[in-house]
C-alpha cells in the first residue's frame, strides 16, 4: 500500500474536515486517534472509498507516512500536546516534521520548537481558523516555527487553505517559533472585539431603537453590502432571521451568558506583558466576563436603576450613523492588534509580514471582511506603518466616522445603552491623537509618594528629576524602570 503524504492525529470536528479537505486535494492522509473506535468510525462513515488510511497505533501511524514525515496534531491545547509529542518522537526520524494545529498559547509553541528541533525533528505551530466549515472548504491557515519545515508543507497548506479573489492562498510563513500561534491568538482577540462591537449595535437597535429581529436582520443585510461586509455581520444577519419552532426569532431565546476558551485573555496578557493599550479587546474580554454574572446581574438588576432608554430622532439617519461607529471601532481594534505583533515581533525576534497576515485574514477565517484588504494596502504602500490610524485611507475614514462615532455613544450613555467596546475605541482615539495626556501629573504622584522621578518637557529625554515636594523627603530617587 502506497505511503500517505501527510498524517493527523485527532477525530474530533475540525480534525475530521481538514482530513477530507486534505483528501479532496489529492492528498493521501493517514489517521489516528486516541479512541480507536473513532478512527473505524471515520473510516468506515466520511472517509469511505477515500485515500484516508485508519490507524490503531502510534507505531502503525508513523509507519505509514512517506519521509519526512508530517504529523499533524489536531488535540485539545496544553498537556495533550506535549503529550502526543512525547508518544510520537520516539518512532520519528531527524527531519521528521511535527505540527500543532490546535490552539495553542505561543510560549508553549516556542517551548515545544525548541525541544522538538533538539531532537533532530522540526516543529511548526499553526493557527487554524474557520471553525467547521472552513476546515472542509478552505481555513485561514497561520504556520510559524522551524523554517526549514515550511518547503515540506507548503503546497498542502497552500492547497487546503481559502483563496482570495485572485487566487492567492490565505496561507503564508508566519515567522520563527510561535509565531504562528501568536498570530493566531491576535485573530482570536480582534474576532472577540468584532464580536462584542456587533452584539453592542444589537442592543442599541433593541433596547433603544425598539427595532425586532426581523428588522435589524434588514439592517445588517444592507450593512453587508457595504464597507462592514465580513463574516461576522453575515452570520449575525442570518441568526437574527432564524425562527424558533413557535415562529418566533431564536436569539431572543437564547440566555445571556457568553462563554470562552482563553485565546482573548491570552491576548489581553500579552498586551500588558508588553505595555500595548489593548483597549477594546480587553473589554471584550471583561464583557464576556460580565455576562458570565447572570445571577448577580438579575439581582442588581432589582436594587440599582438608570434611564429609561427613549430616542428621539430620526431612526434612519441614527442608524446610518451606528454604521459608522461599528466601522471605525472596528478600525481600532485592528490598529491595536497590528500594534501588539508589532511590539511582540520586536521582544521575541520575530519577522512579521503584516500585509501579508492581513491576506491571510482575508478568506477563511473568523474576520474575514472586505476590510482587510485595505490593511494588506496600508502596509504594502508603508511596511514601516507604526498604527493602522495614521495610514491615509482609514485616517479619512475616521475622520469621516467621527461625528456619527460621538453621536452614538453620547446618545447610547446618557440612554443607559451599555456600550463597552465602542466607547473604549473612541477612547483609545482620542487618546492616541491627543499629544499631551495627563500623565504629567500622575508621574508627579508616583515621585511624591515613591520618588520615582520624572522626565521634563523642557530637558533631554532620558534625564530623570526627583523633588522634594514635602521637604521632609531625602534626595535620593527610585531606580527608574518599566514592566
Same mark, same amino acid.
Given at each position: ?10 477525530l474530533a470536528v475540525m480534525g475530521e474536515n481538514l482530513v477530507l479537505n486534505m483528501e479532496s486535494h489529492g492528498y493521501t492522509v493517514a489517521v489516528y486517534n486516541r479512541t480507536t473506535s473513532k478512527v473505524d468510525e471515520f473510516i468506515n462513515g ?129 515567522? %520563527? ?118 445571577? %448577580? ?25 451606528? %454604521? ?114 495627563p500623565a504629567n501629573l500622575l508621574q508627579a504622584q508616583r515621585d511624591y509618594f515613591g520618588a520615582h522621578t520624572y522626565e521634563r518637557i523642557d530637558k533631554p529625554r532620558g534625564e530623570f528629576f526627583h523633588t522634594n515636594w514635602t521637604g521632609r ?11
Amino acid at each position: 500500500m502506497s505511503k500517505a503524504n501527510i498524517g493527523l492525529v485527532g477525530l474530533a470536528v475540525m480534525g475530521e474536515n481538514l482530513v477530507l479537505n486534505m483528501e479532496s486535494h489529492g492528498y493521501t492522509v493517514a489517521v489516528y486517534n486516541r479512541t480507536t473506535s473513532k478512527v473505524d468510525e471515520f473510516i468506515n462513515g466520511r472517509a469511505k472509498g477515500k485515500n484516508i488510511i485508519g490507524t490503531h497505533s502510534i507505531e502503525e501511524f508513523v509507519k505509514s507516512l512517506e519521509s519526512p514525515r508530517k504529523v499533524m496534531l489536531m488535540v485539545k491545547a496544553g498537556k495533550p500536546v506535549d503529550s502526543f509529542i512525547d508518544q510520537v518522537i520516539p518512532f520519528l526520524e531527524e527531519g521528521d516534521i511535527i505540527i500543532d494545529g490546535g490552539n495553542s498559547h505561543f510560549p508553549d509553541t516556542i517551548r515545544r520548537t525548541s525541544y522538538v528541533e533538539s531532537k533532530g525533528m522540526l516543529y511548526i505551530g499553526t493557527g487554524v481558523s474557520g471553525g467547521e466549515e472552513g476546515a472542509l472548504l478552505g481555513p485561514s491557515i497561520m504556520p510559524g516555527g522551524s523554517p526549514k519545515a515550511w518547503e515540506f508543507v507548503k503546497p498542502i497548506f497552500q492547497a487546503i487553505s481559502a483563496k482570495v479573489e485572485d487566487g492567492t492562498p490565505c496561507c503564508d510563513w508566519v515567522g %520563527e517559533n510561535g509565531a504562528g500561534h501568536f498570530v493566531k491568538m491576535v485573530h482570536n482577540g480582534i474576532e472577540y472585539g468584532d464580536m462584542q462591537l456587533i452584539t453592542e449595535a444589537y442592543q442599541i437597535m433593541k433596547d433603544l431603537l425598539g427595532m425586532n429581529a426581523d428588522e435589524m436582520h434588514e439592517v445588517l443585510k444592507e450593512w453587508n453590502k457595504g464597507e462592514l461586509d465580513s463574516y461576522l455581520i453575515e452570520i449575525t444577519r442570518d441568526i437574527l432571521a432564524f425562527k424558533d419552532e413557535d415562529g418566533s426569532p431564536l436569539v431572543d431565546k437564547i440566555l445571556d451568558t457568553a462563554g470562552q476558551k482563553g485565546t482573548g485573555k491570552w491576548t489581553g496578557i500579552s498586551a500588558l506583558d508588553l505595555g500595548v493599550p489593548l483597549t477594546l479587546i480587553g473589554e471584550a474580554v471583561f464583557a464576556r466576563c460580565l455576562s458570565a454574572q447572570k445571577n %448577580e446581574r438579575v439581582e442588581a438588576s432589582k436594587i440599582l436603576s438608570g434611564p429609561t432608554p427613549k430616542f428621539e430622532g430620526d431612526k434612519i439617519e441614527f442608524i446610518k450613523d451606528l %454604521e459608522k461607529a461599528l466601522y471605525a471601532s472596528k478600525l481600532v481594534s485592528y490598529a491595536q492588534g497590528y500594534v501588539l505583533m508589532k511590539a511582540a515581533a520586536e521582544e521575541y525576534g520575530w519577522t512579521l509580514n503584516n500585509g501579508g497576515i492581513a491576506l491571510m485574514w482575508r478568506g477563511g477565517c473568523i474576520i474575514r471582511s472586505a476590510f482587510l484588504g485595505k490593511i494588506k494596502v496600508a502596509f504594502d504602500s508603508n511596511p514601516n506603518l507604526t498604527n493602522l490610524l495614521l495610514d491615509p485611507f482609514f485616517k479619512s475614514k475616521i475622520e469621516e466616522a467621527q461625528q456619527s462615532w460621538r453621536k452614538v455613544i453620547s446618545t447610547a450613555v446618557m440612554n443607559g445603552i451599555w456600550v463597552p467596546a465602542l466607547s473604549t475605541a473612541l477612547e483609545y482615539f482620542d487618546g492616541f491623537r491627543n499629544d499631551r495626556l495627563p500623565a504629567n501629573l500622575l508621574q508627579a504622584q508616583r515621585d511624591y509618594f515613591g520618588a520615582h522621578t520624572y522626565e521634563r518637557i523642557d530637558k533631554p529625554r532620558g534625564e530623570f528629576f526627583h523633588t522634594n515636594w514635602t521637604g521632609r523627603g531625602g534626595e535620593t530617587a527610585s531606580t527608574t524602570y518599566d514592566v
